[in-house]
């Protein structure tokens, strides 16, 4: 991984200071790699040159999330903040603690007297992490030592839902804090209930696959990301564990900045979305690659970068591999609302520009096609949960 | 330096000669007057190392603290009533840390129906937050309470509420004399926290405990009070020997030494009791005066002690606890009870609200007291006749409507409108 940018935008101007900076980044905070070794998009990490290698593959690594932990298997939330906190811990060259609100990520990691955590690491409540997070930087700063960076993390509800009014606060002051949402589209830590954060459609245990509209109705829940913008803080990005290099690079650029900075990242629940503990990878990937969740970055309220779309399928292809959409599909097929979901995920494309040759799902770009036995590609090849649990 | 200011800048400029690190504001009446002075002397620079935050709500407010006071700074903040109650989450969760915050509360009554003015009904609703809370009398006694409050909240690691009645202190203008900054730097060390958040040791802090420990945890919150019986005295002495003035302790006596009757307060009402009680000395009644200053701990021992020649008290009290009555009351019959001196005792709940505590009321209640006729428990100028009539609306009409309404056109306070 690249050192940190020594850049410092926020130094030269911010909407703080009244003044978006001229230079805004042209580039995407990771470049594109174009190989493959096994059928993914997995780099072949070893075969990079040393400066662009992921922080995940430094034997120096801090391992934040270290092993021990109480995760389930194939944990989105768990392998997403391993990679996160791991680059931010190198971006600060160690000097760097956590703020963690409550959820998952909290509960897993560390029942007293263990800790999963090899970062100083405070948890106060479920929904005030960014004011906790403000307030430890205010006595850092207060204290004089600024040399210490602070990131806050937590799930979508402590995030889109309870916290939202204290995370609002965080950008509005521009307080120097990277929070962190892991987003896996639920409550899941209380038994997949339905956030803010969860798609029209899905079924969780209090927006059931029953009635004639079953799942999670439409036109409700938070657009996070463009939230953020709208507070015009530094840096957004959104970030997904399909693509850790890509989510090693916004953290590092993250981290390059001062103020207030917002990184929000896809990370699939095998229990509430019921997809295989295997599938947690292939099922983010769809997502981008449907388009239903963007990959982008943005700074001072602009959008900058987007990570485009590699080969377009269409969201059957995402919803298909879930069980919290298997109602769409069974008994009654439910081309209505596929359509709609279609819909959005078209939006999305259209407005981050993720393909831009104007490439559509039905003339997918063969130019870019993977290894042919790339499991990513074919939904109907995952396994799915009951499949795994047979075995 | 003796000098007239306002009760909230005395508190702002007592806390400033603190030197905290942290402070985080949201404004609620009327707390406003103590952090818009703060503001000032952080903006000025005349108090250097601290930042000032301006957060989106008292929940934020209490969670910026929290989190600045785990980094290892001196943090404060100050609430009032429904701020105080939008923070209960926070608010626990700072003296289950373990964190030193000193927090004033400007005491005001709670809604519905909405009401500024004062009574101890937010504070009151705190008690089991596991902070220590501290009642100041006067305005000298507030500010000289905050300086006392970091050095005992930071020996303990316990966080620290100082009360004072919103508007009867917050806004009153008297003589102060203002702790000297060179006094209070030699009375109250630089802090230094027990555990902080660092990236020099990292450590995780604030994890789950299950059942395998949380009693204990729980204990330890209790014993960590209970050495607090024994500081908050200690720290009262330490601080009239450095300043020369008696502020703060566990209670203090007005003439109780042979008193039959003692009344028992918390906070500015004091001063009005005292005065009905030399009024009544001058007829002759052996009457006293006990004063809590804490609240929490609650002092038995001390209350025990100052009622042991008393044949009843009375708690006149700025808050109850709806569907039983008394909250003073019943933990000063427990100090007696422990004693094995149970003795006869009335629960006079007055100012709610803001309603002002006449001394021709406390006087015409304490003749019925000493008549042994007063109804338990009596509420102080209740106008009876008011609530009756609203009583009978409620029992002959489903729709009767808001009865807070109701009342207030029955007392012509708003234009009655054609039925």
């Known amino acids: 991984m690249t050192t940190p940018e020594t850049t410092d935008l926020a130094d030269q101007a911010g909407f703080h200071h009244g003044v978006v900076p001229d230079v805004l980044h042209t580039e995407p905070a990771a470049a594109p790699v174009k190989f493959y070794q096994v059928g993914s998009f997995a780099v072949g990490n070893r075969l990079l040159p040393l400066e662009v290698r992921s922080v995940q593959s430094d034997p120096n690594r801090t391992n934040a999330l270290t092993s021990g932990h109480r995760a389930c298997q194939g944990c989105g939330e768990a392998l997403g903040a391993r990679y996160a906190l791991d680059a931010a811990m190198h971006a600060a060259k160690g000097r760097m603690v956590a703020v963690n609100a409550t959820g998952c990520l909290e509960v897993f990691s560390t029942p007293y007297p263990e800790t999963s955590w090899r970062v100083a690491w405070l948890h106060s409540l479920f929904g005030n992490a960014p004011a906790v997070a403000s307030g430890v930087a205010a006595a850092y700063k207060a204290m004089g030592r600024d040399d210490i960076r602070v990131v806050a993390q937590g799930g979508d509800g402590g995030t889109v839902d309870i916290g939202f009014g204290c995370l609002s606060g965080m950008f509005e002051r521009n307080d120097d804090v990277l929070y962190i949402c892991y987003d896996n589209e639920?409550?899941?830590?209380?038994?997949?209930?339905?956030?803010?954060?969860?798609?029209?459609?899905?079924?969780?245990?209090?927006?059931?696959a029953v009635g004639d509209e079953p799942g999670n109705v439409f036109g409700q829940g938070k657009d996070l990301p463009r939230i953020a913008m709208a507070h015009e803080i530094p840096y957004v990005a959104t970030a997904s564990v399909d693509n850790l290099h890509d989510l090693e690079a916004k953290v590092h650029r993250a981290m390059s900045m001062k103020g207030a900075r917002y990184i929000h990242v896809l990370v699939p629940c095998p229990l509430g979305w019921g997809t295989a503990s295997s599938a947690t990878v292939s099922v983010a990937r769809l997502a981008t690659q449907s388009g239903l969740f963007p990959i982008f970055e943005a700074e001072y309220g602009e959008v900058v970068s987007s990570v485009p779309i590699r080969r377009r399928v269409p969201v059957e292809d995402y919803l298909k591999a879930q069980k919290r959409f298997a109602h769409l599909f069974s008994p009654t097929r439910r081309d209505d609302v596929i359509e709609r979901l279609q819909a959005q995920a078209d939006r999305n494309i259209r407005r981050y520009n993720l393909l831009p040759q104007g490439d559509s799902p039905e003339q997918p770009d063969l130019t870019d096609q993977p290894p042919r036995h790339d499991p990513a590609f074919t939904s109907q090849t995952l396994p799915t949960a009951a499949e795994e649990t047979s075995h | 330096m003796r000098s007239q200011m306002e009760g909230s800048m005395a508190v702002a400029k007592a806390v400033a000669a603190c030197r905290p690190q942290v402070i985080c504001a949201y404004p609620i009446s009327p707390q406003t007057h103590i952090v818009e002075g703060l503001s000032a002397i952080v903006k000025s620079g005349e108090l250097t190392g601290c930042e000032y935050v301006n957060v989106e709500s008292e929940f934020?407010?209490?969670?910026?603290?929290?989190?600045?006071?785990?980094?290892?700074?001196?943090?404060?903040?100050?609430?009032a009533s429904q701020g105080l109650l939008f923070m209960v989450e926070a608010v626990y969760n700072a003296s289950g840390l373990g964190?030193?915050?000193?927090?004033?509360?400007?005491?005001?009554a709670i809604g519905a129906p909405i009401n500024i003015w004062?009574?101890?009904?937010?504070?009151?609703?705190?008690?089991?937050?596991?902070?220590?809370?501290?009642?100041?009398?006067?305005?000298?006694?507030?500010?000289?309470?905050?300086?006392?409050?970091?050095?005992?909240?930071e020996a303990l690691s316990l966080p620290?509420?100082?009360?004072?009645?919103?508007?009867?202190?917050?806004h009153a203008v008297e003589e102060v004399e203002l702790p000297e900054q060179a006094q209070v730097?030699?009375?109250?060390?630089?802090?230094?926290?027990r555990q902080s958040i660092d990236p020099d040791d990292p450590v995780s802090i604030g994890a789950m405990v299950g059942p395998e420990a949380y009693t204990e945890v729980r204990y330890l919150a209790h014993d960590k009070q209970m050495q607090a019986l024994e500081l908050i005295p200690e720290v009262a002495a330490e601080f009239k020997a450095a300043f020369g003035r008696d502020s703060g302790g566990l209670v203090r006596a007005y003439r109780c030494e042979d008193a039959e009757t003692v009344v028992i307060a918390l906070g500015s009402v004091l001063g009005t009791i005292k005065d009905v009680v030399d009024e009544r000395r001058e007829r002759g009644e052996k009457i006293g005066v006990l004063g809590i200053v804490s609240f929490r701990p609650f002092p038995l021992a001390a209350v025990a002690e100052a009622l042991s020649h008393a044949t009843?008290?009375?708690?006149?009290?700025?808050?109850?606890?709806?569907?039983?009555?008394?909250?003073?009351?019943?933990?000063?019959?427990?100090?007696?009870?422990?004693?094995?001196?149970?003795?006869?005792?009335?629960?006079?709940?007055?100012?709610?609200g803001g309603r002002p505590i006449l001394k021709s009321s406390l006087h015409t209640m304490l003749d019925r007291v000493a008549a042994d006729d007063l109804e338990r428990p009596h509420f102080l100028d209740l106008d009876r006749d008011l609530v009756e009539r609203e009583i009978a609306r409620s029992r002959s009409e489903r729709r009767s409507g808001p009865s807070a309404e109701n009342m207030l056109r029955d007392l012509g306070a708003v234009r009655a409108t054609p039925v």
């Open chain 2, 118 to 153: 004062n009574d101890h009904t937010d504070a009151m609703s705190q008690r089991d937050s596991g902070w220590i809370q501290l009642y100041a009398e006067t305005n000298q006694e507030a500010a000289d309470l905050h300086v006392q409050a970091f050095k005992i909240a």
């Open chain 2, 60 to 79: 934020a407010a209490m969670s910026v603290a929290i989190g600045a006071s785990a980094a290892g700074a001196r943090s404060y903040t100050a609430t």
């Open chain 2, 185 to 193: 730097d030699a009375f109250l060390p630089p802090f230094t926290p």
């Open chain 2, 99 to 108: 964190l030193p915050i000193v927090m004033t509360v400007a005491n005001r």
């Open chain 2, 160 to 170: 620290v509420m100082v009360c004072m009645d919103g508007f009867i202190l917050t």
């Open chain 1, 186 to 208: 639920a409550y899941m830590n209380t038994g997949i209930q339905r956030s803010g954060a969860t798609p029209p459609a899905a079924r969780t245990a209090t927006t059931q």
């Open chain 2, 312 to 352: 009843r008290f009375v708690c006149v009290e700025k808050a109850f606890s709806v569907g039983i009555g008394g909250i003073v009351d019943s933990h000063v019959r427990m100090a007696l009870t422990a004693k094995g001196h149970p003795i006869e005792n009335y629960t006079v709940i007055a100012g709610l």
